[in-house]
């Protein structure tokens, strides 16, 4: 049997998810969860479980695409807190969450997981927030995903 040597997105992730575009190391995931602004960093390497698995040139990365995403998010959707956690419990492959957290959500202060299930995000919705979302998103290095072109 031929080793698998090319990058595949966990099954769970993918189906929980949709594939905004792709920075220089990580592709972009928004969850399909209307109740929080979420998004996904999933860096393209395979068998990677941990950020300390990541050779130190993309630990720099990862930190850099993250804090550039965490900054535009926060002030895009003007949260009061944001959230970063790579978890992992559920879906093994590494992959680091960023949610914006308001005073008023559902959960505030508990942390998102485990607490509701996910809503999806309404398609009219989802269209609006990402036309606004990805030319920001642009600038800061992220390469649209097919199905999110012009």
């Known amino acids: 049997m031929k080793e698998n040597t090319t990058f595949e997105l966990n099954p769970r992730l993918s189906a929980d998810s949709i594939l905004v575009g792709e920075f220089p190391l990580t592709s972009l ?3 399909n969860d209307s109740q929080f602004p ?3 960093l999933v860096p393209r390497r395979i068998y ?3 950020a300390y698995q990541l ?3 993309d630990q720099s990365v990862l930190w850099r695409e ?3 995403l965490s900054q535009l998010i926060m002030k895009h959707f003007k949260g009061d807190k944001l ?3 790579a978890i992992g419990n559920i ?3 590494f992959h680091l969450h960023h949610v914006i957290r308001y005073e008023k959500d559902i959960c505030w202060p508990k942390p998102i997981w485990g607490q509701h299930p996910m809503k999806p ?3 009219i919705d989802l269209k609006n927030c990402l036309s606004d979302l990805l030319p920001k998103l642009e600038k800061i290095g992220l390469k649209r995903a097919l199905n999110n072109r012009k």
Request: charged share 10%; proline share 0%; net charge negative.
């Open 29 to 31: 995931l928004m969850m």
């Open 38 to 40: 979420w998004f996904v």
């Open 48 to 50: 990677i479980r941990e």
């Open 55 to 57: 050779n130190q040139s």
């Open 66 to 68: 993250s804090s550039s």
């Open 83 to 85: 959230n970063v956690a």
């Open 91 to 93: 879906v093994s492959q």
């Open 121 to 123: 995000i309404e398609s």
